[in-house]
């Protein structure tokens, strides 16, 4: 059984090849419109993942990071991401959409790094191992069973 830092970090590689599949379309010369649909589901699956890591693994950061008088940092990060995103609905230049959505994923995945360097080792170290373990458990079901 994984622990849910290694459960993350196994979802962050699934996103990142999910995103090179979306890169190697944008590389020919995709309407606005497909871009649009690649975003679309480019943020379901970065929506659904969020929703859950938030749940089950940051809530307990943001606990820690407000006891020691710091924010956590992943929000403004996905902002922008969103921000990204949200301009790649209006526009109707493909090139621009392709741009922006390239931006976007560049952007996630920094943010998937960011998580796995500095997040995650908090995770490690506040919670005890059958706590990781459980909630790895809890992600897996979260995310298989309908």
Do not use: C
């Not at 979802?11 to 679309?40: C, D, R, W, Y």
């Not at 940051?58 to 992943?74: F, K, N, Q």
Request: hydrophobic share 40%; aromatic share 6%; glycine share 4%.
């Amino acid at each position: 059984m994984a622990t849910i830092t290694e459960v993350l970090v196994q979802e962050h590689l699934f996103l990142s090849q999910m995103f090179g599949q979306i890169e190697g379309f944008l590389t020919g010369s995709p309407s606005a419109k497909e871009v649009k649909k690649l975003a679309l589901l480019a943020e379901s699956l970065l929506s659904n993942h969020r929703e859950n890591e938030n749940r089950l693994a940051y809530s307990v950061i943001d606990h820690v990071l407000a006891e020691r008088g710091a924010a956590h940092p992943a929000f403004q990060a996905g902002n922008t991401i969103d921000g990204h995103f949200a301009l790649i609905h209006r526009t109707s230049d493909a090139a621009e959409a392709s741009r922006l959505l390239n931006k976007a994923l560049s952007a996630t995945r920094k943010q998937f790094r960011h998580e796995e360097q500095n997040l995650h080792p908090i995770l490690e170290k506040t919670l005890k191992p059958e706590t990781l373990l459980l909630l790895g458990r809890q992600w897996r079901k979260w995310k298989f069973v309908p």
